[in-house]
């Protein structure tokens, strides 16, 4: 046997080691990738089960009545989540009408027209909003919010548009939807503003190019090119900020006020589903209020799931349609 054959045998020998070892090592990843996600689909069945299994007496008590009834009452063990749901739409409704265009225009300036350095500064400004704890932003709320809607928006805005239910007169506690919109509107705007710079940067930069040489203005670029071709990636974002709007609990605890009932005015308390979970669920004060409760985590759960559902529905309608121009 000469020399170059034995090389050539330990040669084949190691790279059928090495065959052996990548294979190995693609059954381990692909096993441990397929248990992690099993893993997060075992937890959130088991989260909704938990939440059915923990509503079951009061829906049987209640039954679907329960979402249009108005009154809760736990010393009569009487409950309702009409005004829940209510402050629940009307609040999360309030903070995206706020950030979708504050969060898409931060997403333009980042994308479009801001200078490197500007970006790489408040580009990571912006996404380090989205790590404020919400209890932060909560006492952000009471200390400094709170007193500038009593003092300052709420007079002015009554003034201007007092003829409109929704800005009726001015309260005095600074607790309200309107100041919990704002706040939402604050944790919702880092999550729109980083979707929409990404998707901003996917339109070929050919298309923004041939515009402008035909004399196309920056404005005219933007609303003739760039929307239009992301549009349904910015509904798809607004989806996504919506759901963190919906399940926000702490920060609106802190400043909706905690008042049940269905108000035509912006500056009056409210409550919504997930502020009154954490606000009574530990002193719950029977077990049908305790199941109640559940029937509002549960109703939460739905409503987040089916916002979360849109939004990849929309995205891949979205990339379909991409795919399709393409």
């Known amino acids: 046997m000469t020399a170059r054959t034995a090389h050539a045998r330990r040669a084949t020998a190691a790279r059928r080691r090495a065959n ?4 190995w090592a693609g059954l381990a990843l692909y096993a441990t990738c397929l248990a992690a996600s099993l893993l997060v689909a075992l937890l959130i069945v088991d989260v909704a089960y938990q939440l059915v299994h923990g509503s079951h007496l009061a829906f049987s008590r209640f039954g679907l009545g329960f979402l249009t009834t108005s009154e809760w009452a736990p010393n009569f063990n009487r409950f309702g989540a009409a005004p829940l749901l209510f402050g629940t739409i009307v609040s999360s409704a309030m903070a995206l009408v706020i950030a979708l265009p504050i969060g898409a225009a931060i997403g ?7 200078p490197r350095a500007v970006r790489g500064t ?27 809607v009593r003092g300052t928006a709420e007079p002015a805005l009554h003034g201007a548009f007092g003829f409109l239910p929704i800005f009726g007169p001015a309260q005095t506690t600074g607790a309200s939807m309107f100041t919990a919109g704002i706040v939402l509107a604050i944790m919702v705007v880092p999550i729109i503003a980083s979707v929409s710079r990404d998707l901003f940067l996917t339109v070929p930069r050919e298309l923004r190019d041939g515009a402008e040489a035909l004399g196309a203005t920056p404005w005219e670029v933007v609303r003739g090119v760039v929307l239009p071709a992301t549009a349904s990636g910015i509904a798809a974002a607004a989806c996504l900020g919506l759901g963190r709007a919906l399940g926000e609990a702490i920060a609106v605890t ?13 500056f009056l308390p409210g409550d919504t589903l997930a502020s009154r979970v954490a606000n009574q669920f530990q002193g719950a004060t029977s077990a049908l209020h305790t199941s109640a409760l559940f029937y509002l985590a549960t ?10 559902v849109l939004a990849q529905w929309i995205g891949h309608s979205f990339d379909r349609r991409i795919g399709v121009a393409r």
């Open 254 to 266: 802190q400043v909706i006020g905690n008042r049940t009932g269905v108000h035509a005015s912006l």
């Open 299 to 308: 109703l939460l759960l739905i409503i987040g799931i089916a916002t979360n």
């Open 20 to 23: 052996r070892i990548d294979r």
């Open 108 to 114: 333009l300036f980042l994308s479009m027209f801001a």
């Open 122 to 148: 408040v580009g990571p400004l912006v996404e380090m909003l989205a790590a404020v704890p919400s209890v932060i932003l909560g006492l952000w709320g009471i200390l400094v919010l709170g007193p500038w």
